[in-house]
């Protein structure tokens, strides 16, 4: 069985769809970040939070990867 050709066009709109994505979910974990950061500056929780952080990333960090 011969592999179905696409079209030019087809392979130009699903790239342009692809990244239309790619970058609305960049957008929203911009966003997020941007949320959780002012939350911790709300709350002044700047020195726990950046603790606790590089604790979760240390743990991480020195478990097994699978």
Do not use: G
Not at 7 to 19: Q, V
Not at 24 to 39: D, G, K, P, Q
């Amino acid at each position: 069985m011969p592999k179905r050709k696409f079209s030019k066009n087809y392979l130009d709109n699903l790239t342009e769809e692809i990244t239309t994505v790619v970058n609305a979910l960049n957008s929203r974990l911009t966003n997020i970040e941007n949320v959780v950061s002012a939350y911790v500056q709300w709350r002044r929780h700047d020195k726990r939070f950046k603790k606790y952080i590089k604790k979760q990333y240390e743990k991480n960090s020195n478990s097994p990867s699978v």
